[in-house]
């Protein structure tokens, strides 16, 4: 076993001998990942501890803000004041909690604001009550999370399996802040192989931005693909937004405890607060809330709406889901030399809405600019909270030469294994092999049973107002002249490749004789309805066959009751 599964295991243990009984399995990680945090900082501070308390105590009296000078001193991101530390606290007993509510102040402002969002504070009492804070922090403080013991790279890895591990066992909420290693590890190969040539070049950077980053694991996650199968040396810089205070916590604190820079992880809506305003960037992936309302935030959006520079002025979808509005915020922040998006979505965002209505719209602004790639189809039963059918949206602002114009479909609902153990909803997983797979048929660009591309406009319609007459026979005899009523107005799609008054000539007229168009009433729509263009026709089965099946069920059936009489 590796040194960083040998520390995930120790602290995965220390939650169950400490907090079995106590909290519910699901609260475990609420605890246990800022207690991993504190001590991994712990150790990182131990060589400057006593050197920093010094200087705390020489500059407080002299400055308002001695922190400039004491990082510049001890040449880190951060500090803490206080004389305590884990192992110092467990020196006393009896003051536990007062000291560990020192300990706590103690940080530096950028340490303190992740503290603050883990909402530790709610815990706290529970766990002293319960004389449980001190062993929790004797458990701690026993274990060397030293930047000599295990590196940031590992220590990603510790964090990470933790994150996984919680998130299992908490399978009523962990679709909301945590996706499936599989899953992700799918998007960041789709959306960075499409410029593989360009990131192996030397002396690349890049920047990698997640609007709703949750844990983080897709920025993570999305560097780590990159350095493997692209190039190892590449200089990537991560940003992301958060909603969730807790979550909004783990992120930084990973970003912190890694050596990424921690104040790229920005706190908020980024619909109606966006924290990376006239920020651009040249990958973005995100796995945006499904089914969410941006009631709360609908007033501010419709502001934006109007304007002409606003991030939604394509359209703005039904108030119920906001999908659609996640994916117009990170098309406004497309670096203009070339960007590429991967985005998580049920089907809503594919049909959902007629023509003229919002989500038509975005379609229509998306496909029109030829901003849209590649969809892909993933399995159901992929993510611990729910068994739906996901979707892989690939976007971007520069199609290479041989995908102008045109969408590619990928049908990849087969490519999966069973789990041995479901957890939660996800029974299904994606394996490397299948990765691989779809990769080859995203790459080789080619249609088969999986593949289908078309051109642009093969998604677009016309829907035309055909007007149904009713003419009064009496009038016509009485006064010569025809008087001729609107009875009802019905309405047709006429794909773009058709012409629409030869469309009417063929397939209205001959059914319709009284009735004509309305041009006025014209409307352009989009939609892209996955499943009608990978339809299989299956033969019915034949009715000897049927008869057959149904013979040996009424011999099962009289079995059954012929052993029951007896």
Same mark, same amino acid.
């Given at each position: ?16 001998? %400490? ?28 060589? !400057? ?16 803000? =001695? ?30 909690? #007062? ?6 102040? @103690? ?31 004797? #458990?701690?403080? !026993?274990?060397?999370?030293? =930047? ?7 220590? @990603?890895? %510790? ?28 998007? %960041? ?27 983080? @694991? ?9 350095? #493997? ?59 945006? =809330?499904?089914?969410? !309302? ?273």
């Amino acid at each position: 076993m590796s040194n960083y599964q040998n520390i995930s295991s120790f602290i995965w243990n220390v939650a169950d001998d %400490v907090l079995r009984g106590l909290f519910k399995p699901h609260e475990y990680g609420q605890i246990i990942l800022p207690f991993t945090v504190l001590r991994r900082l712990d150790t990182i501070l131990e060589p !400057s501890k006593d050197e920093v308390i010094k200087l705390y105590k020489k500059w407080k009296s002299k400055t308002d803000k =001695p922190t400039p000078i004491i990082l510049n001193k001890i040449k880190l991101k951060f500090y803490n004041h206080s004389k305590y530390d884990l192992k110092r606290l467990t020196q006393d007993h009896q003051n536990i909690k #007062k000291n560990f509510q020192n300990y706590l102040g @103690g940080f530096s402002d950028n340490i303190y604001d992740i503290i603050e969002y883990f909402q530790i504070d709610k815990h706290i009492n529970k766990l002293h009550k319960n004389d449980r804070l001190f062993l929790l922090i004797e #458990k701690f403080s !026993s274990t060397d999370l030293s =930047p000599s013991k295990i590196s940031n790279y590992e220590m @990603g890895l %510790v964090f990470e399996e933790l994150l996984r591990r919680f998130s299992e066992m908490s399978n009523e909420t962990s679709g909301e802040h945590y996706t499936p290693r599989d899953v992700v590890k799918m998007l %960041v190969a789709l959306v960075f192989s499409g410029d593989k040539e360009i990131l192996k070049k030397k002396g690349q950077v890049t920047s990698i931005f997640d609007c709703c980053c949750g844990t983080g @694991g897709m920025l993570t996650l999305g560097k780590e693909w990159l350095q #493997k199968n692209i190039n190892k040396n590449i200089k990537t810089f991560l940003f992301g937004q958060e909603l969730n205070p807790e979550t909004y916590a783990v992120c930084k604190s990973e970003m912190l405890i890694t050596n990424e820079d921690p104040e790229n992880i920005r706190y908020g809506d980024c619909l109606d607060n966006d924290k990376f305003n006239n920020q651009k960037f040249q990958y973005m992936i995100t796995n945006p =809330p499904y089914g969410e !309302s941006w009631k709360s935030a609908q007033k501010f959006i419709l502001n934006e709406f109007e304007q002409t520079s606003g991030r939604f002025f394509a359209g703005l979808p039904r108030v119920s889901d906001g999908q659609l509005l996640f994916l117009q915020h990170l098309i406004s922040k497309l670096d203009p030399s070339g960007g590429r998006i991967g985005i998580v979505f049920n089907s809503s965002p594919s049909y959902v809405g007629d023509a003229g209505g919002g989500e038509s719209e975005i379609r229509k602004y998306l496909i029109e600019n030829d901003f849209l790639e590649t969809i892909v189809t993933l399995p159901d039963k992929l993510f611990f909270n729910t068994g739906i059918t996901t979707f892989l949206w690939i976007i971007t602002n520069n199609k290479k030469e041989k995908r102008k114009g045109h969408i590619q479909l990928l049908n990849c609902e087969s490519f999966f294994k069973i789990l041995r153990t479901k957890l939660g909803e996800k029974r299904k997983q994606i394996t490397e092999t299948h990765i691989n797979e779809i990769l080859s048929l995203y790459t080789s660009y080619s249609e088969n049973e999986y593949c289908k591309i078309y051109p642009n406009e093969f998604f677009g319609y016309t829907k035309i107002a055909v007007e149904k007459l009713n003419i009064d026979d009496q009038n016509i005899k009485k006064n010569n002249n025809k008087k001729i009523k609107p009875k009802k107005i019905e309405y047709e799609r006429v794909p773009l490749s058709e012409n629409i008054d030869h469309y009417f000539q063929k397939e209205i007229l001959p059914n319709s004789k009284n009735s004509k168009l309305n041009r006025k009433k014209d409307k352009i729509g989009y939609e892209i309805n996955f499943r009608k263009y990978f339809y299989r026709y299956k033969p019915l089965r034949k009715v000897e066959e049927i008869q057959k099946e149904l013979n040996i069920l009424d011999k099962e059936i009289e079995d059954i009751k012929a052993k029951s009489s007896e």
